[in-house]
């Protein structure tokens, strides 16, 4: 069974950067495309950015596009986001999703598997 553990959320201040990894168990890592969404407070889960199982497609929300940079270690099982000059509307519960898909999927119903999630919160 595949489980995901997100972590690296927290508190910083608009401009600032975090990164946040996680890390797939259960199942062979470079068998799925990963990807993390968003949920913001009071608003419904949104993409933010996918890699397939090499990493050599990748995709973004547009807000994101720039900014934050998603990237695999496959021999760590583990995804990374990269996120730079982090903004408030940037305040979410982030979560990690897998896939068995080939390709890049940017829907929630395309994901088996979610992490539990962790938060952002960017202050102004």
């Known amino acids: 069974q595949v489980q995901l553990e997100e972590s690296g959320g927290g508190l910083v201040q608009a401009g600032g950067s975090l990164r946040l990894s996680c890390t797939l168990s259960g199942r062979t890592f470079w068998l799925y495309t990963m990807a993390w969404f968003r949920q913001p407070p009071g608003k419904e889960r949104e993409f933010v950015a996918a890699l397939d199982r090499d990493g050599g497609s990748t995709q973004y929300a547009d807000s994101v596009k720039g900014r934050f940079t998603i990237s695999r270690d496959n021999a760590k099982n583990t995804v990374y986001l990269e996120m730079n000059v982090l903004k408030p509307e940037d305040t979410a519960v982030y979560y990690c999703?897998?896939?068995?898909?080939?390709?890049?999927?940017?829907?929630?119903?395309?994901?088996?598997?979610w992490g539990q999630g962790t938060q952002v919160t960017v202050s102004s």
């Open positions: 999703a897998a896939t068995r898909d080939l390709n890049v999927q940017t829907l929630t119903h395309e994901y088996e598997y």
